[in-house]
């Protein structure tokens, strides 16, 4: 029903930047919110940010002034700019995204490695 395909990881350096993106496909065309998660090696998914369809934004304390969540405006992408990147921020990268159609329906990307290293 709904893809969604994550692309911009890779290897930086510590206080480097990366901008990762993630595309929505599919029926659905109004999200409730859209998330960034990281899965670092050996850890459980937390998040990072999430952007609600009303554009209201959350961030987790850890990546407050440093990651910007962002949307286009057919609010079907949303992307995540990471400045100030340390080697704590390496993880696996994974979009959500949540909908509602008759009941809640949520759906996860496939991820994307960031690697933060010298």
């Known amino acids: 029903q709904v893809q969604l395909v994550e692309s911009g990881g890779g290897l930086v350096q510590p206080g480097g930047s990366l901008r990762l993106s993630c595309a929505a496909s599919g029926s659905i065309s109004r999200f409730n919110i859209m998330s960034w998660y990281r899965q670092p090696p050996g850890k459980q998914r937390e998040l990072d940010a999430s952007?609600?369809?009303?554009?209201?934004?959350n961030y987790a304390d850890s990546v407050k002034g440093r990651f910007t969540i962002s949307r286009d405006n057919a609010k079907t992408s949303v992307y995540l700019q990471m400045n100030t990147l340390e080697p704590e921020d390496t993880a696996v990268y994974y979009c959500y995204a949540r909908w509602f159609l008759i009941r809640v329906y949520a759906a996860w990307g496939q991820g994307t490695q960031v690697t933060v290293s010298s």
């Open positions: 952007i609600t369809f009303e554009g209201d934004t």
